[in-house]
């Protein structure tokens, strides 16, 4: 019997089959969760219903965390179909590209930090809220993604990196916050990967070639790794695990 067996997980942010909330779909699967996938826009809704098939899944339903009113209909939909939910996955960041290259203080702007904030951290919370009733009382787990740039100033990741501290500070108000009701909140930061939101930051070839370099295991890490990771922070067997950031980076953040 799988560690997730008859967990109904709904994981956001697959975009592609390199995604890293596409890693968790198959971990999660794997061990056993029944998953719901969601789709940002139109665009992306029949590749993410094939993929949702391939964890044999039909519940895949429309979400721009940007808009109150998907999240609530969202929920409305799921709703429908289970009586609960006993995890979520936010695996979903946004800032204008042109944020993400050179100077931090030359790039970032009002309109650019407000966005990041907005898509990148406080859907996480908007998420936990309308949840809440679909979540209370079941164990649940929320899990969120974050990278190494929210505590140290990385090249070119510039207001991403603000965004993602105030993710993770996010994560530690919403487990203190739902905790009384058993529901756990952590954050997997992950090393660098080759995705589509990847593509977007100046210079990402190098920081895989650095980290390849440097860090104690020698490679980078692969979106299997990290949603195996997410699916035991998911699981019963982090039963005492909350509030916190668990890398799963080969190593790479206990560098000097
Ligand atoms: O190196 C990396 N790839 C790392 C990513 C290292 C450490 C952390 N992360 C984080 C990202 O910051 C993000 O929070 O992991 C999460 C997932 O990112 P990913 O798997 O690297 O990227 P991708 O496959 O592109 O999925 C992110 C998706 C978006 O894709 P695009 O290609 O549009 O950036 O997030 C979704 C979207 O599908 N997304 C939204 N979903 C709902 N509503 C929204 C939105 N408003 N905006 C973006």
Redesign the pocket.
Known sequence: MGFLEGKKILI?????N??????CAEAMHRAGAEIAL????EK?KSRVEEMAGKCGSDLVLP?????DQ?IESMFKALAERWDGLDAIV?????APREQLEGDYVDAVTREGFSAAHD??SY?FAALAKASRPLMAGRNGALV??????AVRAVPNYNV?GVA?AS?EANMRYLAASLGPQGTRVNA??????????????SD?RD?LKKVEERTPLRRNVT?EE?GNAAAFLCSDLASGITGDVLYV?TGYHILG
Not at 38 to 41: E, G, L, M, R, V
């Open positions: 956001t942010g697959v975009a592609s390199r995604s890293i909330a596409w890693g969601t789709y940002q826009n992306l979400l721009d965390v940007g808009s998907e936010h695996s979903i960041a946004f898509i990148s859907s969120t993604m974050t990278y190494l740039g991403m993602k993710l997997v930061s992950a090393g660098p990967i080759r995705t589509l939101a990847a593509a977007g930051i990402f920081m979106i990290v980076d």
